[in-house]
């Protein structure tokens, strides 16, 4: 039986990536979902909302990450059902963590990133398909990151409001998409801070890319 070359498949893939803001966090990936050189899909969904306070974004093997993520919804609703308020989200993400771990030595190949807003404030965590998890100020997973860290390394300050790290947030994930094969087509952005979770729509993202530059008729060149 051929041996699965965990790092082999992880590197491949997609552009993830979360920022923590004084006042909330920034989620963005791209769209294009791959199956190795073959683009499958060019609207795939990578960014999901687990409660109105927190969401999670999936870099490697769509189908594990989209349990995980229905088994976190399903788990927060169970909490708020029985505490009478929202999750917070390091129980979110030590819930992902648990998850990934329990499932050793059968690795479910998915790294994702956790962001929300509770009580304490803005949160961003990362959990490698191992369940080990780190709390991050900004991070970026999938074959693109590398391209976007570039990019939030040089220009991300701890402390910066959304407004002022939105456009740096576009910045990366447009820059990971132009570069990273593996990465594309278009880009989903959401916010979470103290109203909850909300992507921006079409019309703000057209508008964050005209401001930074980029052209956008017939696609992102």
Known sequence: MRRINVYEYMKTGTTTIGLVCRDGVIMATDTRVTMGSYIAHKRGR????????????????????QSIVELLRVNAK????????????????????????????????????IGGHDD?????????????????????????????????????????????????????????????????????????DAEGYRELTEDEKRDLLESLGFRIHGGLD
């Open 46 to 65: 990578k960014l999901y909302p687990i409660d109105r306070h927190v969401a999670m974004t999936i870099a490697g093997i769509a189908g594990y990450g």
């Open 78 to 113: 169970l909490y708020f059902a029985r505490m009478g308020r929202l999750i917070p989200v390091d129980s979110v993400a030590k819930l992902a963590s648990n998850i990934l771990f329990s499932q050793r030595p059968y690795v479910l190949l998915v790294e994702a990133i």
């Open 120 to 192: 304490e404030g803005a949160k961003l965590f990362v959990i490698d398909p191992f369940g080990s998890v780190t709390r991050e100020i900004y991070v970026a997973t999938g074959s693109g990151s590398p391209i976007a860290l570039g990019i939030l390394e040089s220009e991300f300050k701890e402390g910066l409001s959304v407004k002022e790290a939105l456009p740096i947030a576009v910045k990366a994930i447009v820059s990971a998409m132009r570069r990273d094969s593996a990465s594309g087509d278009s880009f989903d952005i959401a916010i979470i």
